[in-house]
């Protein structure tokens, strides 16, 4: 069923392009016969004819290539020995003020039904979309960053961005495709816990973006932040049965952190620290430290014997070598002794720094005394050792959230960051004696394991390890397979997520200006070189991106037929030869030279130019196709 549907917005796709040509190629037509120009010809298409008839000396035609069309209006062409302008009733035989009306007469009606569609969506009271196109907090830095060694995490906000005000994510990815050595981000910091701002203001050296393929630029910022709302039902083996997880509850924190992003919440759950509640004197508190394995600290013999014990006293199989464990001594209760040393220097600074990042990260003290492991009571030492065995996590959700309707951006940006003393409440109380389970709309869930992914992604991973063994290149099939494993080894939840949908309703004449602004970045881009070609998309793509939008909605489909009809416009008025802006240059010149241009010279000009867009038609179609297969791969 959904391949007949995908098939049915394919075929729409197809004929609201078409539309838009025929729009087009009609402004020509209507103007051209008003000016009293001949037309002898109307095609919707290219090539061979499939249906053709004749209409008021016009043939009318629909050829077999649906991505164009054309108006042919005699006096084009060079005919025997008269030139063009010689031609009676031919385009070249009228003014060049009258030329000038036809050429721009058909980019005028595809400006005009942009603005008409953008006008309609407003009227219809907007675009229904997902909170993280719009937003301007961020969802993940990546750790290895200059900007988060800066101290920039998920949930900071973005106000201005490579020198331009930050609208989107779409602006991010736009720079990503254009960046330059260096990119400016100013905004400011946010502490979700207290709501306190602090602005910043980095200049910072771009580098290539792993998460992609193409060779897009990044200063260390992967996703906008998103809602995490449960959809209502788990997957079979999900460590989340049975929590009292409910449908529209949403994540608002986890292992210590609050989380804006799945990549942020995968990045937590996988972490290698574990969850303490600590006694020091009277006081109380919550921490996150490393969790190693023994093998990575240095210990004295007596001390490699204590652990022994305490694995000989719980029936902990396996090597002493690899068992789970933090880095410092304990008496019999579970009280700190002393710090340990790691048998790499560099592996203990970066232990430490992954939990020195939590807003609550405290250091274990000598006296200190473990209480719970991951919100898991403890006693002594070798139930410690014990509970440091299995990776648990600790989530905190959001529940009573109306998420069936959307919201205005300003009250989505409002809950996103609301969490206040309630989250506060829950987060200290745990692993106490008088734990709080819920306070306001907050509620605890867990503590959950989570479960290898091959247990949720298991015949996709197969798949991909099978291609990946095909690969002939044995460094690529080497470095994907490292990847593979890596993937193979993470923990996974098994929870699907949702984004919020807010209300994205911006009056005609903003939405019109973007497009405007946004294909205007893009020809510059193109133009100076910082935009690859290979970013543009070709009929093949544009197809492929109506077709994506009719999935969420009339209103969506109808956004990017004002889109695309906008560009095709703007696109049209460019002064090249082969385009309509280019014979408005042509009838400028005659007006200024009072002459008109030889049939020669114009070949001359036009035919080169013709063979540059069939090279970039069959460039661009070549990457559409790349990136529709590049999805199966």
Avoid at 196 to 211: A, E, G, I, K
Avoid at 399 to 425: C, M, W, Y
Avoid at 600 to 624: C, N, Q, S, W
């Amino acid at each position: 069923m959904m391949n007949l549907y995908s098939l049915l917005h394919v075929i729409l796709s197809i004929i609201g392009f078409g539309f838009l040509v025929f729009i087009h190629e009609l402004g020509h037509y209507w103007v051209a016969r008003k000016k009293g120009m001949k037309v002898e010809a109307f095609s919707i298409g290219f090539g061979k004819a499939i249906y053709s008839w004749t209409r008021d000396g016009v043939k009318w035609q629909i050829s077999w290539l649906p991505f164009g069309g054309y108006v042919k209006i005699a006096g084009m062409q060079k005919e025997g020995n008269l030139e063009p302008h010689e031609i009676p009733d031919g385009f070249f035989g009228k003014s060049p003020w009258e030329r000038m009306q036809v050429a721009f007469a058909g980019p005028f009606v595809n400006i005009v039904f942009a603005l008409i569609i953008f006008s309609a969506i407003w009227a219809m009271g907007g675009r229904e979309k997902n909170y993280s196109e719009f937003t301007h907090r961020i969802g993940w830095v990546d750790p290895t960053s200059t900007l988060y060694q800066n101290g920039v995490r998920p949930g900071d906000v973005i106000e201005r961005y490579d020198g331009r005000d930050f609208h989107g994510f779409k602006d991010l990815m736009m720079s990503s495709a254009m960046a330059d050595k260096e990119i400016n981000i100013q905004g400011y910091k946010v502490d979700a816990m207290t709501g306190n701002r602090t602005p910043f203001n980095y200049t910072l050296p771009t580098y290539p973006n792993s998460q992609y393929k193409e060779k897009l630029k990044t200063i260390g910022i992967s996703a906008p932040a998103h809602y995490l709302i449960f959809q209502g039902t788990l997957p079979q083996g999900s460590a989340l049965t049975g929590s009292g997880l409910e449908a529209g509850d949403r994540i608002v924190w986890a292992e210590g952190d609050p989380v804006f992003s799945m990549f942020q919440l995968n990045a937590l759950i996988n972490e290698q620290t574990v969850f303490l509640t600590v006694k020091r004197g009277s006081e109380i508190f919550q921490t996150k430290i490393p969790r190693v394995h023994v093998d990575d600290l240095k210990m004295t013999n007596l001390e490699m014997g204590e652990i022994s014990d305490w694995q000989h006293e719980t029936g902990i199989k396996g090597r002493i070598q690899d068992l789970a464990f933090v880095p410092y001594t304990f008496s019999s209760n579970g009280t700190v002794e002393s710090r340990l040393d790691f048998i790499d220097e560099a592996d203990q600074i970066k232990a430490f720094k992954k939990c020195q990042r939590c807003g609550f990260f405290n250091p274990l003290q000598e006296g200190d005394q473990i209480l719970a492991v991951d919100g898991q009571k403890v006693q002594n030492s070798y139930q410690l050792l014990e509970q440091l065995q299995t990776r648990r996590s600790l989530l905190i959700v959001e529940r009573g959230l109306d998420t069936a309707h959307a919201v205005s951006k300003a009250q989505a940006e409002s809950e996103i960051e609301n969490f206040g003393p309630n989250l506060q409440a829950i987060i200290s109380s745990i692993g106490t004696n008088s734990p709080v389970r819920s306070s306001g709309n907050l509620i605890l869930i867990g503590p959950v394991t989570p479960k290898p992914s091959i247990d949720f992604v298991g015949p996709q991973l197969a798949e991909a390890k099978k291609n990946i063994e095909a690969m002939k290149d044995k460094s690529q099939r080497d470095a994907a397979l490292t990847q593979l494993n890596q993937r193979e080894r993470q923990a996974m939840l098994g929870l699907p997520l949702v984004d919020r949908e807010i209300i994205h309703n911006p009056n005609p004449i903003r939405q019109f200006g973007d497009v405007l602004s946004d294909t205007w970045r893009t020809l510059s881009g193109l133009f100076t070189g910082s935009l690859s070609p290979k970013f543009v998309s070709g009929p093949v793509g544009i197809v492929n991106i109506i077709q994506q939008s009719w999935v969420h909605g009339v209103k969506e489909a109808l956004f990017w037929f004002g889109l695309i009809s906008l560009n095709l416009g703007i696109m049209n008025l460019l002064p090249i030869p082969v385009l309509d802006g280019g014979h408005i240059v042509f009838a400028l010149w005659e007006m200024i030279f009072r002459k008109p241009i030889k049939a020669k010279v114009m070949e001359r000009m036009i035919i080169p130019f013709v063979g540059l867009l069939i090279i970039f038609f069959l460039f661009a179609t070549y990457h559409d196709i790349s990136r529709l297969f590049s999805k199966f791969f």
